[in-house]
C-alpha cells in the first residue's frame, strides 16, 4: 500500500511544466503518470475491483478514487459493469489491450525503435499450474474460461471450472460459440459443483460472476484469487442470443490472454489435488 507523496506530487509538476506545444507527451503517459491513477491501474490490471475495495487497498478517500476513476473511463482505459449481486455496485475493468496499444505507441512516438514486442509467454511444462473459473451455472462464462486456457496453453496449465448452482448442462450457445469461433468442441462437458472441489487446491481461483464470487469458498492460503466481472450471456433478453455468446467468449478469450504472462511468471502450488 503507498501513500502519495509530497515528491510525487513536486515531481508531475515539473514533467508538466516541461512540456512544449511541439513536443507533449502521449495521451497515455499525461494519464497514467499521475501516481494515484498508475497505483489504480495497478489493481486493476489484476481484478475487476468495486470503489470501495480500491479505497481499501490504495488508503485514499472514495471520492478522490472516484473521481480519477471517471479520468481513465474518460480516457478509454477503464470500463465500468454493474454488479449482478448488487446493482448499487459497480465492478471496473482496466482494459489492456488498450494499455497495450497505447504503450507501443508511446514508445514510437519517442524513437521507433522503441516498438513494443507483443509475443505473449506460456507457462512452462516442467512447472504445470492449477487454475480453478467458477460462475454460478458452470454453463457458459466458466467453461468457457476453461477452454480457452486449456487451448493457450496445450496442456501446459491444470485447468477445470465449476459452478455454485450448477446447470443440467452446458448451454448450446457456448458450445456453439466455441465451436465455431475457436475451432473448440465442449459439447460432451457436463457442469459440476464447487463441492466436489472441496479439499483441492489451485494456484489461481478466479470468479467470472458477481453472484458466484461472493458464495466461492476459500481454497487455500495460496490460491490467487481473482474476479472478472462478465455479463451472463444467457441472460441479455434478445430472442437470438448466439452473438451475446459470441462476445463474451471473445471477451474471455481477451482477458485468458492476459493470464497467460502472469501464470509463466509465478510459482505453481507444489501438492495439488
Not at 193 to 207: C, K, Q, S
Request: charged content about 25%.
Amino acid at each position: 500500500m503507498r501513500c502519495l507523496t509530497t515528491i510525487d506530487q513536486a515531481v508531475l509538476m515539473y514533467l508538466q511544466g516541461m512540456g512544449t506545444p511541439s513536443q507533449t507527451a502521449p495521451p497515455f503517459v499525461r494519464l497514467a503518470g499521475h501516481p494515484l491513477r498508475w497505483l489504480l491501474m495497478a489493481e486493476l490490471a489484476h481484478s475487476d475491483l468495486r470503489v470501495r475495495e480500491l479505497v481499501t487497498r490504495l488508503d485514499q478517500p472514495q471520492n478522490l478514487i472516484s473521481y480519477h476513476l471517471r479520468l481513465l473511463r474518460d480516457g478509454g482505459l477503464v470500463t465500468a459493469r454493474r454488479s449482478s449481486f448488487d446493482g448499487r455496485d459497480s465492478y471496473y475493468h482496466l482494459d489492456l489491450d488498450r494499455c497495450a496499444h497505447a504503450l507501443a505507441d508511446t514508445g514510437s512516438a519517442l524513437h521507433p525503435a522503441l516498438r513494443l514486442d507483443n509475443t505473449t509467454p506460456v507457462p512452462p511444462a516442467r512447472a504445470r499450474r492449477t487454475v480453478l473459473f467458477v460462475c454460478t451455472g458452470n454453463s457458459a462464462r466458466s467453461p468457457i474460461a476453461e477452454a480457452q486456457l486449456r487451448r493457450h496453453t496445450d496442456g501446459h496449465v491444470r485447468v477445470v471450472s465449476a459452478g455454485s448452482r450448477p446447470k443440467p448442462q452446458i448451454h448450446p450457445q457456448a458450445v456453439r460459440a466455441l465451436r465455431d469461433r475457436f475451432g473448440v468442441d465442449i459439447e460432451g462437458q457436463q457442469p459440476r459443483h464447487l463441492d466436489t472441489l472441496a479439499g483441492h487446491r489451485f494456484d489461481y481461483v478466479i470468479t467470472l460472476c458477481d453472484k458466484a464470487r461472493e458464495v466461492c469458498p476459500d481454497f487455500g492460503d495460496r490460491a490467487g484469487r481473482l474476479h472478472w466481472s462478465v455479463p451472463d450471456p444467457a441472460t441479455t433478453g434478445d430472442q437470438d442470443s448466439y452473438p451475446a455468446f459470441v462476445r463474451i467468449a471473445a471477451d474471455i478469450d481477451t482477458r485468458v490472454r492476459h493470464l497467460l504472462p502472469v501464470l509463466a511468471s509465478t510459482e505453481p502450488e507444489e501438492a495439488p489435488s
